[in-house]
C-alpha cells in the first residue's frame, strides 16, 4: 500500500483515507459517509433532480475521484432512477491503489446486492480515459488529470461535485480563475455542491454571477455551499 496514504475510521464508522505528508484527509472525520450523502447527494443530486424532473441525462463532474464513495453513492442512485442516465466524470491525477480501495469498509453499507458490491470494485479497476457503461443508465470517465489542466468544456455540466482538499491544504483548486473555469463547464441551471464555506469562495462565485446558497453543513460541520448557474 502507498506510504503515503493511511485508512483512517470516521466517526460514523465509515473509512476515509488519510494523506500523511498533507495531514488532510479524504472527508471530514465526522463521518466520511455522513458528508459524502448529504453534501454531494441530498444537496447536489437531489435538488437537481427536484428541478429537472422531466430530463432524461444528467452530466456529472467530480473533482478529486479519491476513495469513490461519492461515486458508488451515485451509481446507488442510478440503480433506482433508470429512467436517467448518468454520464459521471471524475478527475483524478493520483488514483489509490486497488489494494487500498479494497480494504476501504463501504460496501458494508451499501445494499447488499451483487451489482452495487461489483461496481464498486469495477470503478477502481475499469480503465481511464475511456466512457465505460458501469450500468444501463450509467456511463463512467475517469480522467486522470487536473483540473487545472483540463480543457474547458463550456456549458457542458450539470452537476458539479466540489471534493478538493480544503482550501488552506490545496489552494491552487479555489482560485478565483479556477471558479471560473467550473463556471465556464456548469450549463444554465447547473448546480455546484460543496463542503467548504469559505467566505472567500462564496464572494469569488457570488462575482462569476452564480447564486450562492449557504446550507448547513453534515453532522460536525457548521456549513457547506451550493451555488447555481443562473438559467438563460
Ligand atoms: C478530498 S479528496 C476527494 C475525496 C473523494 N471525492 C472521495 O469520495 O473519496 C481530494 C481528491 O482530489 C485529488 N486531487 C489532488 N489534486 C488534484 C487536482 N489538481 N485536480 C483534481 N483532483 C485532484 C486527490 O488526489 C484526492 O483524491
Not at 477502481?124 to 458501469?134: I, Q
Not at 457542458?156 to 483548486?173: R, S
Amino acid at each position: 500500500m502507498d506510504k503515503n496514504i493511511r485508512i483512517m475510521e470516521t466517526e460514523d464508522g465509515s473509512h476515509t483515507l488519510l494523506n500523511i505528508a498533507m495531514n488532510e484527509t479524504y472527508h471530514s472525520r465526522h463521518g466520511a459517509l455522513q458528508e459524502s450523502e448529504y453534501v454531494f447527494i441530498e444537496q447536489g443530486l437531489y435538488y437537481w433532480m427536484s428541478h429537472h424532473q422531466a430530463s432524461p441525462q444528467i452530466q456529472i463532474m467530480e473533482v478529486g475521484m479519491g476513495t469513490g464513495l461519492n461515486a458508488i453513492l451515485t451509481v446507488r442512485e442510478a440503480m433506482q432512477h433508470l429512467g436517467l442516465h448518468f454520464y459521471y466524470t471524475t478527475l483524478e491525477p493520483y488514483p489509490i491503489e486497488e489494494e487500498t480501495a479494497e480494504k476501504l469498509n463501504y460496501l458494508r453499507f451499501l445494499p447488499k446486492i451483487y451489482t452495487i458490491q461489483a461496481k464498486f470494485r469495477e470503478l477502481h479497476a475499469c480503465e481511464w480515459e475511456k466512457d465505460v457503461p458501469l450500468l444501463e443508465n450509467f456511463t463512467l470517465l475517469k480522467r486522470k488529470q487536473k483540473l487545472e489542466s483540463m480543457e474547458t468544456v463550456p456549458c457542458c455540466y450539470d452537476l458539479i461535485y466540489f471534493d478538493a482538499f480544503a482550501p488552506n491544504k490545496q489552494a491552487e483548486l479555489w482560485t478565483q480563475e479556477i471558479l471560473e473555469k467550473i463556471a465556464e463547464m456548469m450549463k444554465p441551471s447547473g448546480v455546484f455542491v460543496t463542503y467548504s464555506a469559505k467566505g472567500q469562495l462564496k464572494r469569488d462565485l457570488k462575482s462569476l454571477g452564480l447564486e450562492v446558497e449557504t446550507l448547513p453543513g453534515p453532522p460536525g460541520k457548521a456549513e457547506m455551499v451550493r451555488a447555481v448557474k443562473p438559467s438563460l
